[in-house]
């Protein structure tokens, strides 16, 4: 069985300051339903991380998670009704209470107890193209003073990153990306990998550099866990956190994914519990644009945030990565490759960001069914 280990020894790269996102006003909870996807009892160490981070009482913590859960496959049905009029959705309230689904049809309205509808300007397959367009560009070349770039649904537009303006509307327009539907954001962020992490427990790279597992996995019946893509390379021998032989890598891909899977020999047993927190993983929903999430890594522990864009690149030092998840979580050197959760379920496992625990910051995630699918793994879930 996987055990927790703190360790410092590792192969950390420094991450820049960024402000932690202001926390949202105070709403009253809606009532949950028997809807969606079903809750187990979560972990107190995730709902008191929770209410530090989030700054909410515990009790609107755990109203949160009930409504993360019962709005759930409703993003999916109201994206079907609506068609190519649909704009996207996403939640709000400290308690998750509203899911807003934006729509270009003013005729139109959504579907679902606690869902409003929102009529904007332009449609979702419009912004994913105009991003697309930008992804296709980032092959080519990217301005270094421009890392991030993502679909934000709740201004209806794509969103550019930047400390240069004019690299920027440089970049968009060497894209060709509809100009009208992309505006620049002034940021000094300069997100790069953390080599040092820790969702389970730390495991060394031909023992040198350290990482962590992320999620245990398996294929067929061979044990493994997943994990962050730079801290692999294919064929590299693992030891564990006691210096056990462990395993080896068997995929990996970074930059363009940052994700990897290693198989495991019989000294180790897969479990779905997360080291921080006994948190035990059931499955792999994918949570809604403004659900919160919370993320263990071996520097900074328990640290919990929301969900702020999905399908996002970002640019590190070693190149573009695309169709990451976007998050207010804060991080530090050593946090790298570490889980991702959103109540019980999987989401994925860190890539990189900016920022501190102190002052907060911005970090990324890989998706983690993304992985699954490309290597034919199946998440261990009990």
Not at 274 to 300: E, K, L
Request: charged share 10%; aromatic share 6%; glycine share 10%.
């Amino acid at each position: 069985m996987l055990r927790r280990r703190t360790v410092t020894a590792g192969c950390a790269l420094a991450i820049s300051a960024l402000t932690l996102v202001a926390a949202p006003a105070m709403a009253d909870p809606a009532p949950a339903a028997a809807t969606g996807t079903a809750i187990a009892q979560p972990a107190p160490a995730m709902i008191d991380a929770m209410s530090r981070d989030l700054g909410i009482t515990k009790e609107q913590a755990e109203s949160r998670l009930l409504n993360e859960a019962r709005f759930q496959g409703l993003e999916a049905t109201n994206s079907a009704k609506l068609g190519d009029s649909y704009a996207g959705s996403w939640l709000s309230g400290p308690t998750s209470s509203t899911l807003t689904v934006a729509t270009t049809d003013a005729s139109a309205s959504a579907t679902g107890a606690g869902v409003k509808t929102q009529v904007v300007k332009h449609s979702l397959k419009s912004l994913d193209a105009a991003k697309a367009a930008l992804d296709k560009a980032a092959a080519q070349a990217t301005p270094k003073s421009t890392p991030v770039w993502f679909v934000d649904v709740r201004t209806n537009s794509v969103v550019v990153q930047s400390s240069n303006a004019a690299d920027a509307q440089a970049f968009i327009a060497a894209s060709g990306a509809d100009a009208s539907l992309v505006r620049v954001e002034a940021t000094n962020e300069q997100p790069q990998t953390f080599y040092n992490v820790q969702g389970g427990d730390a495991y060394y790279i031909n023992n040198s550099a350290r990482c962590s597992v992320g999620f245990s996995v398996r294929r067929g019946s061979t044990p493994g866990f997943v994990s962050a893509g730079h801290c692999a390379t294919v064929g590299s021998s693992l030891t564990g956190y006691n210096r056990v032989a462990m395993g080896t890598f068997q995929g990996h891909s970074f930059p363009t994914n940052d994700y990897s899977w290693a198989s495991v020999n019989s000294n180790w047993t897969p479990t779905n519990i997360i080291s921080y927190g006994n948190v035990r993983v059931t499955g792999s929903t994918v949570a809604n644009v403004g659900a919160s999430i919370c993320r263990a890594g071996s520097t900074t522990g328990w640290h919990c945030g929301t969900v702020q864009q999905r399908n996002t690149s970002v640019t590190y030092q070693q190149g573009t990565v695309y169709e990451v998840t976007r998050t207010n979580v804060c991080a530090e050197p050593g946090d790298s490759g570490g889980s991702y959760v959103s109540g019980t379920q999987a989401q994925g496992v860190t890539s990189g960001g900016s920022g501190n625990c102190t002052s907060g910051g911005t970090t990324f995630f890989q998706p983690v069914n993304e992985i699954l699918s490309v290597y034919g793994l199946t998440l261990v879930t009990s």
